[in-house]
């Protein structure tokens, strides 16, 4: 879908992306001075492979500040991107056929990651039809098999923030049945209405060193910094040591001069992720009030993140067929819910502009929609529907 939409967007097609899985903001200047830098002593050589030291102790600081927990050094490895320290942990922690519990909807590299590690996904979608885990659900699922349950929240792509309640049922039902607890919380300042979801660790009173969870985390969605690829997991030392072993064979350590741009960015003025996290809240607020106002679509309202699913079953109720229609007839990229186990639904991102989110969504209201004007502008073209 992205090339083909590139492709359009090459020939001169006003396409809208509301696809997008990262915010506009250019990245923090202390970040770019700090790998600038770097860069300028002409001494760029490997760091130790589970992260440069003081790169760790700022990942350390930030633990303290937004966990409250202090990790010791030698619990915490810096890798590419939070996706290769998600795919280090497994790697680190299955056997061949064991199961890890991925809750609908998911981020779509869960399940092929677990595969990639011979390992088994197992689903579990909420029987009630909606977007939010059910602890009965989980624990119907959990065999003799299950290795880890991975938890997004706020979740890509629902925007859900998991309520405290559930996070402190998984947190003790995990310790009481032994099992790994992988929290990715890649998103978990980019929350909004003043809210503060508990970090797993407040439902614990375990040690880093004595618990099973294990906390993923990096730079790339809350200082909008994806290109530089840095970061981290927070878990045992054992555990860390063995990603670390992992990893010396496959990267060894991520490039230090990006390290040293998560240090500028950890270190420096914070207020950048704050006003981040404001702009992504105006946009929630404005593609909820369109969706709500659209004809047949359901939404449930993101607490997070800067993504939403509404449910356009009453539309199609297959999500591919759809977000191809809507590409095709509105210039508009969606992705579809199925890739994300939700079937029926589409992901949109409001990480874009304003005029990005109106547009688009008054684009695939106009597709979709009989009640809306059967006339639209797209770029300097009239467009007439005539297939409603
Ligand atoms: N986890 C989730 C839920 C994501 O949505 C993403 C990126 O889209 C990642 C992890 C990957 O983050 P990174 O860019 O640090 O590899």
């Excluded at 700090?34 to 760790?56: C, E, H, M, Q, R």
């Excluded at 290795?147 to 049922?169: C, H, Q, R, T």
Aim: aromatic share 8%; with cysteine; charged share 20%.
């Amino acid at each position: 879908m992205n090339e083909e939409a590139e492709f359009l967007r090459q020939r001169g097609e006003s396409v809208i992306h509301l696809g997008i899985g990262e915010p506009k903001n250019r990245a923090p200047i202390s970040a770019i001075l700090s790998s600038a830098a770097t860069l300028n002593t002409g001494d760029v050589k490997y760091s130790p492979t589970d992260g440069a030291p003081s790169l760790k102790k700022a990942i350390i600081t930030y633990t303290e500040e937004n966990y409250g927990r202090i990790p010791d050094p030698d619990n915490v490895i810096v890798c590419s991107g939070a996706k290769q320290a998600i795919f280090n942990v497994l790697y680190t922690l299955l056997n061949p056929q064991d199961e890890v519990i991925i809750l609908a909807p998911y981020w779509v590299s869960y399940p092929e990651m677990v595969r990639m590690v011979l390992g088994v996904p197992v689903i579990v979608t909420p029987e009630d039809g909606g977007l939010h885990p059910r602890m009965k659900d989980i624990a119907q699922a959990v065999g003799s098999a299950t290795k880890a349950i991975i938890v997004n929240s706020p979740n890509n792509p629902s925007g859900l923030v998991y309520s405290d309640e559930f996070m402190a049922e998984i947190v003790e039902f995990c310790e009481k049945k032994g099992i790994y607890l992988i929290a990715d919380d890649i998103y978990h300042k980019l929350v909004f209405d003043g809210k503060r979801p508990a970090p797993c660790y407040e439902f614990t009173d375990k040690e880093i060193e004595d618990s099973k969870i294990i906390v993923i985390n990096g730079i790339s969605k809350l200082y909008g910094m994806t290109g530089f690829r840095i970061g981290w997991a927070i878990a045992s030392e054992k555990l860390v040591r063995v990603m670390t072993n992992v990893q010396s064979q496959v990267t060894s350590c991520a490039s230090v001069v990006l390290q040293a741009a998560a240090e500028g960015a950890l270190t420096g003025i914070q207020s950048i992720v704050e006003s981040l996290r404001l702009t992504i809240e105006n946009n929630r607020n404005i593609i909820m009030k369109e969706l709500e106002a659209f004809n047949g679509v359901k939404v449930t309202r993101p607490g997070g993140t800067f993504y939403c699913l509404p449910n356009f079953s009453a539309y199609n109720k297959d999500s591919v067929e759809l977000s191809e229609f809507l590409l095709r007839k509105a210039l508009v990229v969606t992705v579809p819910g199925k890739e994300f186990g939700m079937e029926g639904h589409l992901r949109l991102s409001y990480a874009g502009s304003v005029r990005d989110i109106t547009e688009g969504i008054a684009r695939i209201k106009w597709a979709l929609d009989p009640d809306s004007p059967n006339e639209i502008y797209i770029g300097n073209k009239k467009l007439v529907r005539d297939w409603l």
